[in-house]
Nanobody, 126 residues
Framework: QVKLVESGGGSVQTGGSLRLACTTS????????MAWFRQAPGKEREGVAG????????FYADSVKGRFTISQDTQTRTLYLQMNDLKPGDTAIYYC???????????????????WGQGTQVTVSP
């Protein structure tokens, strides 16, 4: 059974940085696409950033462009999200998502992914 495990969440002040990591276990092949989503209380889960398997295609939500960077290490099968200049509006549970064995046409949509982690909390205080 494939499993995604997030780590690196925590509490920081405005302007601080965090680096999230998502490790994959339970199979031997890489996902076609991986992404980070987040969900704040009372809001819909939204796509934050995503990266295609070869690393040549990425997306970012407008609200994080220039502040967040997604990357991956295909050897260790770890997905990262470097988050800089954090703002209170970034407070949310961050989820790692992966598309194993399926084509991804709309990577910003939740329905594009068939495997999810449990989430890690990120809290940014004023």
């Amino acid at each position: 059974q494939v499993k995604l495990v997030e780590s690196g969440g925590g509490s920081v002040q405005t302007g601080g940085s965090l680096r999230l990591a998502c490790t994959t276990s339970g199979n031997t092949y890489n996902a076609n696409y991986m992404a980070w989503f987040r969900q704040a209380p009372g809001k819909e889960r939204e796509g934050v950033a995503g990266i295609e398997n070869t690393g040549t295609i990425t997306f970012y939500a407008d609200s994080v462009k220039g502040r967040f960077t997604i990357s991956q290490d295909t050897q260790t099968r770890t997905l990262y999200l470097q988050m800089n200049d954090l703002k209170p509006g970034d407070t949310a549970i961050y989820y790692c998502a992966a598309a194993f064995g399926i084509a991804v046409i709309y990577p910003r949509q939740r329905s594009a992914y068939n495997t999810w982690g449990q989430g890690t909390q990120v809290t940014v205080s004023p």
